[in-house]
């Protein structure tokens, strides 16, 4: 009895098995929006998913027909793109407090999505030490910056190793003492031949760090990404992947010099 019962579970788990032909083969390509508003105006990439099997294809899409509306003082502005560079971009900088509507026609199909323009926040200080870890030492970066007086707010901390993407990280203001978020990092290990190349430092290379205040929605947004999961719906009509995001990015610098970090204490 318990023999055909097994039998059958089995003949279920395999019929099952059969019916989970999930075909993302053949799924159509979705519009991918990626788009600030800053202090500095606005930067808007658009580029199509990429079936699978077929070579990774950038090539930003150009025919799009874009706006930008902000929603305080009613007045709306065409956004162009770059001939050069495939981006739509406006000089207009983002005013603190005003809401900001993107929308885009691409095809028959219509996306938007809306953003408050944050507060903005200043880096203070950049500082490296070395950490002592049990396989190494470890240079730690050290990024304190101001919190903005927006209650609960969230940050979107980014890492450029020579202008290149190198590590990004999040944090909410709950970190804040007496108004100051200082953040740390681990980067690269002091023996370099045995680390990542992906987080390899060297002696002179240019390290830049951001700080964007975000919405909780594009918190969430990015915190799937980082899960490699769903994350929220960050545009209103046609199905589309991306986000955009209202905010003023606050930009430092620092030279990695090994030879000169003190240790962490």
């Excluded at 030490?129 to 927006?150: E, R, S």
Aim: charged share 25%.
């Amino acid at each position: 009895m318990r023999y055909s019962a097994l039998i059958s579970i089995l003949l279920v788990l395999t019929s099952c098995e059969k019916e989970l032909d999930f075909r993302y083969h053949d799924v159509d390509s979705a519009l991918v929006v990626e788009a600030a508003l800053t202090d500095c105006g606005a930067d808007i990439l658009l580029t199509m998913t990429t079936p699978m099997g077929e070579p990774m294809d950038l090539t930003p899409i150009t025919d799009a027909a874009v706006t930008l509306t902000d929603i305080t003082t009613g007045e709306t502005r065409d956004i162009m793109p770059d001939p050069a560079t495939g981006r739509y971009t406006d000089a207009t900088p983002g005013i603190t407090g005003h809401e900001y509507t993107l929308a885009i026609t691409h095809g028959s199909r219509t996306y938007s999505a809306t953003s408050l323009m944050r507060p903005p926040t200043q880096i203070l200080s950049l500082e490296f030490q070395w950490i002592k870890m049990p396989y190494d030492y470890v240079a730690i970066l050290k990024t304190t910056f101001t919190d903005t007086p927006v209650a609960d707010d969230c940050y979107w901390i980014r890492i450029f190793r020579n202008d290149e993407a190198y590590k990004w990280l999040l944090v909410d203001d709950r970190a804040a003492v007496n108004g100051i978020i200082s953040e740390i990092t681990m980067t690269s290990r002091k023996d370099i031949d045995e680390e990542d190349e992906k987080d390899i430092l060297r002696d002179g290379d240019i390290v830049t760090v951001t700080v964007t205040p975000v919405s909780h929605a594009m918190l969430d947004y990015l915190t799937a990404l980082q899960s490699n999961s769903n994350g929220p719906a960050m545009f209103a009509g046609d199905f589309c992947l991306g986000y955009f995001q209202a905010a003023p990015v606050a930009r430092d610098s620092i030279t990695y010099r090994p030879d000169q970090f003190t240790q962490y204490k």
